[in-house]
């Protein structure tokens, strides 16, 4: 029968290092918590020197990205399904990858359960493949395995990568649209400028007629657009990508980070649709840790990681550094003004009766809601604002290029 090393705490809270014999990784997790301890770190003694000598390592094919988060939401509720049927973890492993199709994800499943087979748990295996398993998602299933609810967890992820997922796809809707239109009337008022303008030029030289300075205005901008050094065109094009490379620059340092998460929260609308979706996005992350056992502390610091906002990690850092010194939750977070005053009160709430999981998801969910009302209003504010934006461009063309054919036609009028 192999043995297994294992690191666990004790009822009194104090670390235990020892070894057992057992049949299986799981089987030694039960034997352990039948003892009052709750494990932290198991392997096979000679697990690592057998997973080395043993068949090789399964390589992992090339690939642009991670797993798609759609592909991880159903491998997470069929492995939690496995778990509540009550297998072997190793098994569930081995049956979800022969159902995988070829790729990145058949691929980790195969290395997870080649590692979980030489000794190493879960969680472990999962964190050698970030590609698909992210540190929440690694700390989550260590929490289930701690206190032996591996099925509710993954239950738990799946549902909140479910909810990640509508969220930003919500915020993304919602951009689709304007771009669609923008790009569409940009192409338009191009080709205008190129191949239109120059003919009423022409028109216009025959005439020998006298332009206003609206028209000249148009006229030169035609120029400048078409032939210009360097021509305008290209700097249409090219500056959208000057503006992204410069984004992605400044996002490589904290610093930059913070300053871009600040100037997108001043915008009008925007601003609000990303404050709510940040809100949502750590309430819903740190009550998922909490429920699932995460001390308080590490959630922080996973939420933290996870927060897609470099404000509220800044905000989350120091909650946590105040919680370390002894303070309450609500009290830091409420001298960040990052959050409303409503989300303060309700962690407080939380963390007197005890339910601040609870809590912190009943803010997500709400926060969800706003969400969805924050994107019908973006929608609603930036249809009127293209309109006469559009509009004006139109009409400052068709009243430029109008106004000396009027004046051609009032002359040839008055020679007949």
């Not at 080649?114 to 879960?122: I, M, Q, R």
């Not at 500056?239 to 610093?255: A, E, T, Y």
Request: some cysteine.
């Amino acid at each position: 029968m192999p043995t297994f090393q294992y690191e666990a705490m004790n009822q009194a809270g104090q670390e235990v290092k020892e070894e057992i014999d057992a049949a299986s990784t799981e089987d030694a997790l039960t034997k352990i918590r039948t003892l009052g301890y709750f494990p932290t770190r198991i392997r096979e003694k000679g697990g690592k020197k057998k997973a080395a000598t043993g068949k090789k390592k399964a390589s992992m094919p090339l690939s642009i990205g991670g797993v798609p988060r759609k592909k991880m939401v159903q491998f997470t509720r069929q492995l939690s399904t496995l778990q509540d049927a009550g297998l072997p973890i190793l098994r569930s492993l081995r049956i979800l990858e022969q159902q995988e199709r070829p790729g990145l994800l058949k691929a980790i499943v195969r290395g997870v359960a080649d590692e979980v087979e030489g000794g190493a748990t879960l969680s472990e295996a999962m964190a050698k493949f970030p590609k698909a398993f992210d540190r929440l998602y690694v700390n989550m299933v260590a929490a289930g395995e701690t206190g032996g609810v591996l099925d509710v967890i993954l239950q738990r992820l799946a549902e909140f990568m479910e909810k990640a997922q509508s969220l930003m796809r919500k915020i993304r809707g919602a951009m689709i649209y304007p771009c669609v239109v923008i790009s569409f009337a940009g192409g338009v008022v191009g080709f205008i400028m190129v191949q239109v303008i120059p003919k009423f030029q022409e028109i216009f030289e025959e005439f020998d007629a006298e332009l206003p300075a609206v028209t000249m205005v148009l006229i030169n901008t035609s120029h400048w657009f078409a032939t210009g050094k360097p021509p305008g065109w290209a700097i249409v094009l090219i500056s959208p990508i000057v503006v992204f490379l410069i984004i992605k620059l400044l996002r490589q340092s904290r610093s930059g980070r913070y300053f871009l998460d600040r100037f997108y929260m001043i915008i009008p609308v925007m601003g609000t649709l990303l404050r709510k979706s940040s809100v949502a996005r750590f309430t819903r992350t740190l009550g998922t840790l909490i429920a699932a056992g995460v001390p308080i502390l590490e959630a922080i610091m996973i939420t933290r990681e996870t927060a897609g906002s470099e404000v509220y990690a800044r905000a989350l850092g120091k909650v946590h550094d105040s919680i370390r010194e002894g303070d309450t939750f609500a009290a830091p977070l409420r001298a960040t003004r990052v959050c409303d005053a409503l989300v303060v009160n309700m962690i407080d709430v939380g963390e007197e009766t005890g339910d601040l999981d609870k809590m912190l998801m009943k803010i997500a969910d709400n926060y969800d809601e706003e969400v969805d009302v924050a994107v019908s209003a973006l929608i609603s504010v930036i249809e009127p604002i293209m309109v006469v934006v559009l509009g004006g461009i139109v009409g400052f063309i068709i009243v430029a290029l109008f106004m000396p054919l009027v004046s051609l036609i009032n002359a040839v009028s008055s020679g007949i």
